[in-house]
């Protein structure tokens, strides 16, 4: 299995702030790679997917990049709103993984 | 809209099956894929498998001989069955529609229901 190690676990920042989450891929996974945000007690919402498109609905400060084995998601201008848990799913290979999550918090 | 509905037992025994339902309104379940996934204690997310369009399934090897995913058309419904669960299967089990072109990234999720398994 691909094993996807995200980090930070966690994540404290402020109002206005940029904030860059990453996940590792421990192979070559081709951009096949989603990013959800979930907030306490909701279902996961998809934020981006092939690694830097972003699903319709999502606020253009998010933002996601890399390729190979290494990405990104990245809030600028945290609002309050941004206060959640985020993982990241790979999707190149069979079983699909999921990061362990960032739980992102306001400073 | 899309939407999806988790509906089942919150308990299960232990060796016993668990048995959940996915209802689906606002898309047919005969046009792209479909998902099981499940967020354990601790956060920790794993995908089980998913049912295509056309019925055919896919299942995560750590589970393949203890899932099974049917669907009922008619119902625009599918369904989750795990046998033999131990209380490792405590977890909240959440049901999903893949992207366009899937299976891929999940676009829709349900609410997510809780099962826990425990004597």
């Known amino acids: 299995d691909i094993q996807m190690t995200q980090s930070p676990a966690s994540l404290s920042a402020s109002l206005g702030e940029t904030v860059t989450i990453e996940c590792r891929a421990s192979?070559?996974?081709?951009?096949?790679l989603a990013w959800y945000q979930q907030k306490p007690g909701n279902s996961p919402q998809l934020l981006i997917y092939?690694?830097?498109s972003l699903a319709d609905g999502v606020p253009s400060r998010f933002s996601g990049s890399g390729s190979g084995t290494q990405y990104s998601l990245k809030i600028n201008s945290l609002q309050s709103e941004d206060v959640a848990s985020y993982f990241c799913?790979?999707?190149?290979?069979?079983?699909?993984?999921f990061g362990a999550g960032t739980k992102l918090e306001l400073k | 809209e899309v939407q999806l509905q988790e509906s089942g037992p919150g308990l299960v025994k232990p060796s016993q099956s668990l048995s959940l339902t996915c209802s689906v309104t606002?898309?047919?379940?005969?046009?792209?894929?479909w998902g099981w996934i499940r967020k354990f204690p601790g956060n920790k997310m794993e995908w089980m498998g998913y049912?295509?369009?056309?019925?055919?399934?896919s299942y995560n090897p750590s589970l393949k001989s203890r899932i099974s995913i049917t669907r009922d058309t008619s119902k625009n419904q599918f369904f989750l069955q795990l046998n033999s669960v131990t209380t490792e299967d405590t977890a909240t089990y959440y049901c999903?529609?893949?992207?366009?072109?899937?299976?891929?990234?999940?676009?829709?999720w349900g609410q997510g229901t809780l099962v826990t398994v425990s004597s």
């Open positions: 192979e070559d996974i081709y951009s096949n």
């Open positions: 092939d690694a830097n």
């Open positions: 606002g898309y047919s379940i005969t046009s792209n894929y």
């Open positions: 999903a529609r893949y992207g366009y072109g899937g299976p891929n990234w999940f676009a829709y």
């Open positions: 799913q790979q999707y190149n290979n069979y079983p699909n993984t």
């Open positions: 049912i295509s369009y056309s019925g055919s399934t």
